[in-house]
């Protein structure tokens, strides 16, 4: 009978040492390649995360989660991610230096030791996003930083019925993007509020907010074209219905750019944070 094999012994780490954060964070979208790290030599939001954590902690840190992924020229002013440390025990030490401002594209920076379970994309509740048009703009050619510039002015009293017909659960497949990995294309919107006209020295001004619990890739952004579309008289508001019983990309129209729109909160369960969002969401 041949002798019995021997197992290394297998080493542990101290999880009582586990330094768990939770970040919120801004950035300039017009820097960025969009938010998901992609390895060396692309510029990302999360990468310029990633680089201020090592630089803190002078570790790589673990588990780097975010609450709401971005694409490419999308800005943020206030998104959320998780991420740990191993056998860091001064978290508050860690949190500071990475809240400390740096010109890395990122702004509004703020970092939180939590318990161990707490998860950037468990403990999210809620989105809310801010998307910027002007109308009525002599050359709509001309891209402006952190807005859509359109030439037709647009109607508000369209535009708010286009929005009432989005908002509520719906199957959203119709305002789905390319590459999207959503399991369901079932959302629910909970509100689009509409501020303006602002008056501009070129055009008109307007202020779209979505606020939902989930979003599919680009859904936003083809919302407010289709809103952008209905409010300009291209399309009667009962395309509405229609773009989304069609459940096809191909029924709806615009794609707005992403130089208009920014995420301006995640809810989060823990702590409270003042969003608002979750009792938004509830209601």
């Known amino acids: 009978m041949p002798p019995a094999r021997l197992r290394s012994p297998t080493v542990t780490k101290d999880l009582s040492r586990r330094t768990q954060l939770l970040l919120r964070f801004g950035y300039d979208g017009a820097r960025f390649r969009g938010l998901q790290p992609q390895g060396p030599g692309v510029a990302t939001a999360g990468q310029a995360l990633r680089d201020r954590l090592v630089a803190a902690a002078a570790d790589r840190p673990r588990g780097l989660a975010f609450s709401a992924r971005t694409d490419a020229g999308v800005h943020a002013l ?46 999210s509740r809620g989105k809310r996003y801010r ?16 807005s859509w510039p359109v030439a037709p002015e647009l109607s508000a009293e369209l535009l708010w019925d286009a929005a009432r017909r989005l908002e509520g659960t719906h199957d959203f497949a119709s305002l789905r993007g390319g590459g999207c990995t959503a399991g369901s294309t079932t959302k629910a919107l909970a509100r689009i509020r509409i501020g303006g006209p602002f008056a501009l020295t070129d055009g008109r001004r307007w202020l ?27 399309r009667a508001p009962d395309d509405v219905e229609r773009v989304l019983a069609a459940r096809d990309r191909c029924a709806a129209g615009l794609c707005a750019p992403p130089d208009g729109l920014s ?15 979750r009792a938004e969401l509830g209601g």
């Open 263 to 277: 995420l301006i909160d995640v809810g989060f369960a823990w702590p409270l944070d003042g969003s608002a969002l």
């Open 208 to 234: 779209i907010e979505i606020t939902g619990d989930a979003f599919l890739r680009k859904m936003v952004r083809n919302a407010v074209g289709l809103m952008v579309e209905v409010g300009s008289g291209w």
């Open 78 to 123: 206030r998104n959320a991610a998780t991420c740990y440390f191993l056998d860091e025990p001064d978290g508050a030490a860690v949190a500071a230096r990475v809240a400390a401002a740096r010109d890395d594209g990122l702004c509004h920076v703020e970092a939180l030791p939590v318990p161990p379970n707490i998860h950037a994309r468990g403990h």
């Open 131 to 146: 998307y910027l048009v002007d109308d009525g703009c002599a050359d709509a050619t001309r891209p402006r930083p952190r």
